[in-house]
């Protein structure tokens, strides 16, 4: 099965990661600062101006639509794993701020659910 969309998607995290570990060092950090966001946005740029100029087909944007949707929760499961090692090291508070913030996200899912719209029915 051909992905379309790969050879962009790669162009544009190369470049964002780059970017982020530059922008680390110019921080003073060892570390890729914003690089993942850098590599969406600039994904998002691309695909909207190639759209416009007609040269992205539909095949196209199926697969990076399908990129799209892997590859964020990926993303986020890596910047949580690193979080909590990050949580762990850096102690108490760190831990309690965690929990707390998870807490809070799950108490608001109704609400945020409520102003989504309409849910379906139930059985």
């Known amino acids: ?16 990661t780059i970017a982020g570990k530059l922008l680390g060092r110019l921080l003073g950090m060892d570390a890729n600062v914003g ?3 850098i590599a969406m946005i600039l ?12 040269r992205l ?3 196209d944007e199926t697969g990076i639509a399908y990129w799209n949707a892997i590859y964020i929760p990926i993303v986020v499961a ?5 979080n909590v090692r990050a949580a762990l090291h850096g102690g108490t508070a760190a831990i309690l701020a965690g929990i707390l913030a998870v807490v ?8 945020i659910t409520r102003i989504g719209g309409t849910a379906p029915p139930r059985r």
């Open 78 to 82: 890596i910047a949580a794993t690193q």
């Open 35 to 37: 690089g993942v966001g």
């Open 104 to 111: 809070v996200c799950f108490a608001l899912v109704p609400a």
């Open 57 to 59: 087909g539909p095949q």
């Open 43 to 54: 994904l998002i740029f691309t695909t909207h101006r190639l759209r416009k100029s007609g």
């Open 1 to 16: 099965m051909a992905i379309y969309g790969t050879a962009l998607l790669s162009i544009c995290v190369i470049i964002g």
